[in-house]
C-alpha cells in the first residue's frame, strides 16, 4: 500500500481546508486510515481515524466537532475536513493506514503505512 497526502496549504484563522490521502496498491487489505500531525517542537499527535468501511469513525478531542474525516470507495482516497481552524491546528499532517484489526486507533505505533506528510499552516 502506497499513501499521497495533499491539500495543506496557508489559511487564515477561522478558515476551512481539505486534506486527501490516496491510497494505492493493495489497498483491498486497509483496515483502517488514521490522519496524524507534529507541530514544530512536538511528538506527532492522533487527529482522526477511518475504518476502511467507513462505518466507524474516531477523533482527537481537539478536532472534535471542527473536523470531519470520511472516505471514496471509488477513488480509495480518505479525507480530512478541517473546519474552524486555530492557529493551534498548524503542523504538518500525515495519513496513515494499517492492514491488520485493532481496537487501537490512536496510537501511531499501531499503523504500518504512512504517508508523506502536508503542510497546514493557521496564521492568526
Known amino acids: 500500500v502506497q499513501l499521497q497526502a495533499s491539500g495543506g496549504g496557508l489559511v487564515q484563522a477561522g478558515g476551512s481546508l481539505r486534506l486527501s490521502c490516496a491510497a494505492s496498491?493493495?489497498?483491498?487489505?486497509?483496515?483502517?486510515v488514521g490522519w496524524f500531525r507534529q507541530a514544530p517542537g512536538k511528538e506527532r499527535e492522533f487527529v482522526a481515524a477511518?475504518?476502511?468501511?467507513?462505518?466507524?469513525?474516531w477523533y482527537a478531542d481537539s478536532v472534535k466537532g471542527r473536523f470531519t474525516i470520511s472516505r471514496d470507495n471509488a477513488k480509495n482516497t480518505v479525507y480530512l475536513q478541517m473546519n474552524s481552524l486555530k492557529p493551534e491546528d498548524t503542523a504538518v499532517y500525515y495519513c496513515?493506514?494499517?492492514?491488520?484489526?485493532?481496537?487501537?486507533?490512536?496510537?501511531?505505533?499501531?499503523?504500518?503505512?504512512w504517508g508523506q506528510g502536508t503542510q497546514v499552516t493557521v496564521s492568526s
Open positions: 477511518i475504518s476502511w468501511s467507513g462505518s466507524s469513525t
Open positions: 496513515s493506514s494499517r492492514g491488520y484489526f485493532s481496537t487501537t486507533y490512536s496510537s501511531e505505533g499501531s499503523y504500518d503505512t
Open positions: 496498491g493493495r489497498t483491498l487489505s486497509i483496515y483502517a
